[in-house]
């Protein structure tokens, strides 16, 4: 109901989510997204944090026990998302300690949000396991599909968005989400501002 078209939407599920192809498409938008477009990237699946190298990472289905080798790092996914030259990019994380992806601070609010450039992540949680929704979707990911669905709004901003996922969540699920600007990767202080479609009969 949101204004993504279908031929701009790039999908991979079970047996298609290894870190290769996780890790191609990603690069392949460096190039496909330009400085008029906006970005959006959502993973849902399992996440990982080494203590040892204090560095969490996305688990691609192809991903083997206690190997970080077979794993998608943040250091990766965040250095390709900076290369992406969109207008906004808003990178939307459902898995076990996916908070590890923010760094310290945030930035303020721009009166208009939407002029600037942006670079913000919404992840289910903090440094610590999430719900994964056995069968369903997650908590998490109910939440945010909920509020998506219900929103009447013409449009919103991902601020929005973040502050009604982590209020409502924890009151479901036993995590804490977390939602801020990205720093260091070319943020702006702007916002990725969601416009709902306007349905034609």
Not at 145 to 163: D, F, T
Request: with cysteine; hydrophobic share 35%; proline share 3%.
């Amino acid at each position: 109901i949101y204004n993504f078209e279908p031929e701009n939407v790039t999908f991979l599920k079970d047996e298609e989510a290894t870190r290769q192809n996780i890790y191609n498409r990603l690069r392949e938008y460096v190039e496909i997204v330009g400085p008029n477009d906006n970005f959006m990237l959502f993973f849902a699946g399992h996440g990982y944090f080494d203590d040892l190298l204090n560095e969490g990472y996305w688990v691609p289905v192809d991903g083997e026990l206690n190997s970080m080798g077979d794993y998608l790092s943040n250091s990766d996914i965040l250095k390709v998302v900076k290369e992406i030259k969109s207008q906004h990019t808003f990178l939307v994380a459902d898995a076990c300690f996916s908070g590890s992806l923010f760094m310290d601070g945030n930035r303020g609010y721009i009166e208009n949000v939407e002029k600037f450039r942006s670079r913000w992540a919404l992840a289910s949680g903090r440094l610590e396991a999430v719900s994964d929704g056995s069968t369903n979707n997650s908590p998490f990911t109910r939440t945010l599909l909920n509020y998506l669905g219900r929103n009447m709004k013409e449009k919103i901003a991902v601020s929005e968005v973040v502050q009604y996922v982590k209020f409502n969540v924890p009151e479901i699920a036993d995590q804490t989400p977390v939602g801020n600007p990205l720093r260091n990767i070319g943020d702006e202080g702007g916002e990725f501002i969601l416009y709902r479609r306007t349905l034609e009969f």
